[in-house]
């Protein structure tokens, strides 16, 4: 039983044991509908081979699975069939349907046996912006090596839809919409905390296997973290919780304090105003991250072959300025998801950061190179290489894609004399950055392990 479900539970037995005059939260927690138990089937046969297969043979594996080395990093890759009914709820928290049929689909990576597993799942409400299933916070270096298992979560009609269409008879069966009768995603925010109720409730049949799962973190970027917001500001209030805490990333985030902590990590894209919507709080933290894109290089890098594979193409963009910012904002999410599970199991909470800076006028503040003042610094902007923004403009998305132009060697010659002093340089930067929080060991060694490897100063 996850941390949440312990404290619902608790809360639940109180509130029955008062008799004469309950307490107003007593009444609450006697209020929250419990979240309905659902079926799971699978794993559904049908993997990825070492070579590509080709478009006739669809059918045999997930749509956009992985081509991380798992079963190196001790993981596998699983998907499953998720159905029961669901309950439908408007943006505003009301409740338009009760017990709807859906069926939808989750997809895991997990560690393989329990001895490489840290105890949390991430479940990922699948980003659909782009018209289909995206598991943008797939961070497979940062979660396998730390021992997360990872599940996304297919709740959006839009994302169903289009796995319908893909591969009929893999996924031909889904519905999320009662049969077109929801089609504005009612049903997904009941759908999301029923997949969480499947991985943590364990047993036969769980599509965790015989991992113990004792920690079950929420996490959504974009769009799915504002659909998260939905759920955590209108509907969870009156349902039973079972995430223990919550990650919102470059997207919007409640406002509304309650028992779950809320940890939200934005680029400098996501950051248009110096108006913060909330203030750190005890159970709510802000990170924004300087350089960093809303889709920056290493999440187009990581796709590009997938989408190859499963789309036919790669998509190619027109922007005003050279795409994709390499500000590793994954760093970032990476040493939150940590913090977080800290706060849920210890009450441990993370630090503050900085936030950005912006000038009277409302723009944001710059240095003469170009980049931006204020909030979490990694040494890719403290020693930097190139300019990395998180504006752009264009086609599209590209207004998402933030900017990367490499410095000029003229440029690179007068910040740094020497190999040796430009890896000194890195090094003290990410030695800050550990100190205060923002940044892994393990990813400040892949920071030294491209430095060392760069000719900058040579």
């Not at 994302?159 to 009662?178: H, K």
């Not at 409730?201 to 769980?206: C, E």
């Not at 710059?366 to 890719?380: C, P, V």
Request: charged share 15%; proline share 7%.
């Amino acid at each position: 039983m996850t941390h949440a479900r312990k404290c619902w539970a608790v809360a639940a037995a109180a509130a029955l044991m008062v008799t004469l005059v309950p307490a107003s939260s007593a009444i609450a927690e006697q209020a929250r509908t419990p979240i309905s138990q659902p079926a799971v089937s699978g794993p559904i046969p049908g993997t990825v081979p070492g070579d590509r297969l080709s478009p006739v043979l669809a059918d045999t594996y997930p749509f956009f699975s992985t081509p991380d080395d798992l079963a190196g990093a001790g993981y596998v890759e699983q998907e499953f069939y998720l159905s029961g009914v669901a309950d439908g709820w408007d943006l505003q928290g009301n409740l338009v349907a009760s017990d709807v049929p859906y069926q939808t689909r989750i997809l895991v990576r997990r560690p393989a046996s329990d001895h490489r597993f840290n105890g949390t799942a991430l479940v990922e409400w699948q980003n659909v912006t782009a018209g289909y299933d995206l598991d943008a916070l797939w961070n497979g270096e940062a979660i396998m090596r730390a021992g997360y298992a990872w599940i996304g979560v297919s709740a959006q009609r839009v994302g169903v839809n289009q796995l319908r269409g893909w591969s009929p008879t893999r996924y031909g069966t889904l519905d999320v919409t009662g049969g077109g009768l929801y089609n504005a995603d009612e049903l997904s925010y009941d759908i999301f905390a029923q997949a969480a109720k499947a991985i943590s409730s364990g047993g036969r049949g769980s599509p965790m296997g015989r991992l113990d799962v004792r920690t079950v973190l929420a996490i959504g970027a974009s769009q799915s973290a504002g659909r998260m917001t939905v759920y955590y500001q209108n509907i969870l209030p009156k349902v039973e919780p079972v995430f223990d805490g919550y990650a919102f990333i470059v997207g919007n985030a409640p406002t509304r304090v309650g028992e779950e902590p809320v940890f939200q990590v934005l680029s400098e894209t996501d950051v248009r105003t110096p108006v913060r919507p909330s203030p750190d709080t005890d159970q709510f933290r802000r990170w924004e991250v300087a350089g960093g894109a809303h889709s920056g290089w290493r999440g187009q890098e990581y796709r590009m072959p997938i989408s190859v594979r499963d789309l036919g193409a790669a998509p190619v963009y027109n922007c005003t300025l050279p795409p994709f910012s390499r500000m590793p904002v994954h760093h970032a999410t990476a040493a939150a998801y940590d913090h977080l599970v800290r706060w849920v199991r210890h009450g441990t909470p993370p630090p503050t950061a900085q936030p950005l800076v912006f000038n009277p006028d409302g723009t944001k503040a710059r240095d003469s190179l170009g980049l931006a003042l204020g909030g979490i610094r990694y040494s890719q902007l403290t020693v930097p290489t190139a300019l990395n923004t998180g504006d752009n403009s264009g086609q599209t998305f590209c207004v998402l894609f933030g900017t990367y132009q490499p410095f000029d060697q003229a440029t690179l010659d007068e910040l740094y004399r020497t190999h040796g002093g430009y890896i000194a340089k890195v090094v003290l930067a990410d030695l800050r950055n550990i100190h205060s929080g923002y940044l892994l060991p393990a990813d400040a060694r892949v920071n030294l392990r491209e430095a060392l490897a760069s000719s900058i100063g040579q």
